[in-house]
């Protein structure tokens, strides 16, 4: 989702090859620990997209360190594109509520 996907269709057609089951699965989890919030664009049949909320975007730095990390560490490791490591989440200003997801 930080970089740029937000269907079910663009997820499974990333270079993880991650299988139906295991990504319905992942996304539902995190959907309950309130990371993404899920919404239908289609109703037949019903497709949705996600959408990370505020908690979902407050894992940016520490997503973007851990790529860094591997990067250097471990060879052969998927290199996100640059967008993604540029990205920056603004924080709230000072005087905005607290968003609760």
């Known amino acids: 989702m930080l970089t740029g996907k937000s269907r079910f ?3 499974l057609a990333s270079p993880e090859r991650i299988t139906s089951s295991v ?3 992942r996304l539902a989890a ?3 620990a309130g ?3 899920k919404s239908l664009y289609e109703r037949r049949p019903p497709r949705h997209e996600y959408r990370l909320t505020a908690k979902g975007e407050d894992l940016l730095p520490v997503l973007q360190e851990i790529c860094r990390w591997a990067n250097r560490h471990i060879p052969e490791t998927w290199v996100p594109p640059a967008s993604f490591m540029a990205r920056r989440i603004d924080p709230p200003s000072a005087d905005a509520p607290a968003e609760r997801d």
């Open 35 to 37: 990371l993404v919030r």
């Open 9 to 11: 269709a663009d997820f």
């Open 23 to 25: 990504l319905a699965d």
């Open 30 to 32: 995190m959907e309950a």
